[in-house]
T-cell receptor
C-alpha cells in the first residue's frame, strides 16, 4: 500500500463532536490528498496539500479543515461532525505534478450518529 | 461535480470473457487514469494515458482515449475471478492543477468463475 497508513480505520462519533483523521506516509511524497467515497458519488476531493503548510480546497471542502506540519502527516479535521459526513475517507499521495499516479491508503470508515 | 462518468454502472461476465468499461468526461484533460478498487480497500492505479496518446497496453489491459469524443475505454481481456472489483476513471484537467484528479462514479465488475 505504498507506505500509507490511515488511522483510525473505523470510528463512530456523535453529531457535533470534533473528529480528526490521520494520514501518515513513509514515501516522502510531496502531494497528499483527502477524498471521501459515497455510494453514487464515487470519490470526491476534500482538500489536498502540495507541501508542508501548503494546502488547498477540493470540491467538497465545507465542514472540513486540514493541516500538514510535516511531510509525512496530513490531518483531516471535522470541527463539528454531521450525519452527512458519514462516509469512507481515503488518503492518497503522489510524487509530483502532471502524470503522477495516486497511491491510496485503505480508508477510514466514519459513522456520525 | 463529477468529471468522469463510467458506463455501465455494473457488469457481470464469465471467466475468460473480455470486459469493456467506458468513461466519458466533460473538459479538456492532460491525462486520464484508471484505478481498481477491491471491496474494503483503497484504490490501486492501473494505467495512465496522456491526452496525446490514443491507445495504451499493460498486460491484459488495453486503454483507448478519444479526446474528440471526450471518452475512454478500458478493456480487460481473458478476465479472471480475481478481476472482480470496482473500476474508476480519473482525469487530470488541462489548465488546472494537474496533480488534482477528478474521479468518476465507477463500474462494478463481477467475474463469475
Amino acid at each position: 500500500d505504498a507506505g500509507i497508513t490511515q488511522s483510525p480505520r473505523h470510528k463512530v462519533t456523535e453529531t457535533g463532536t470534533p473528529v480528526t483523521l490521520r494520514c501518515h506516509q513513509t514515501e516522502n511524497h510531496r502531494y497528499m490528498y483527502w477524498y471521501r467515497q459515497d455510494p453514487g458519488h464515487g470519490l470526491r476531493l476534500i482538500h489536498y496539500s502540495y507541501g508542508v503548510k501548503d494546502t488547498d480546497k477540493g470540491e467538497v471542502s465545507d465542514g472540513y479543515s486540514v493541516s500538514r506540519s510535516k511531510t509525512e502527516d496530513f490531518l483531516l479535521t471535522l470541527e463539528s461532525a454531521t450525519s452527512s459526513q458519514t462516509s469512507v475517507y481515503f488518503c492518497a499521495i503522489s510524487a509530483g505534478e502532471g502524470n503522477s499516479p495516486l497511491h491510496f491508503g485503505n480508508g477510514t470508515r466514519l459513522t456520525v450518529t | 461535480s463529477q468529471q468522469g462518468e463510467e458506463d455501465p454502472q455494473a457488469l457481470s461476465i464469465q471467466e475468460g470473457e473480455n470486459a469493456t468499461m467506458n468513461c466519458s468526461y466533460k473538459t479538456s484533460i492532460n491525462n486520464l487514469q484508471w484505478y481498481r478498487q477491491n471491496s474494503g480497500r483503497g484504490l490501486v492505479h492501473l494505467i495512465l494515458i496522456r491526452s496525446n496518446e490514443r491507445e495504451k497496453h499493460s498486460g491484459r489491459l488495453r486503454v483507448t482515449l478519444d479526446t474528440s469524443k471526450k471518452s475512454s475505454s478500458l478493456l480487460i481481456t481473458a478476465s479472471r475471478a480475481a478481476d472482480t472489483a470496482s473500476y474508476f476513471c480519473a482525469t487530470a484537467n488541462y489548465g488546472g492543477a494537474t496533480n488534482k484528479l477528478i474521479f468518476g462514479t465507477g463500474t462494478l465488475l463481477a467475474v463469475q468463475p
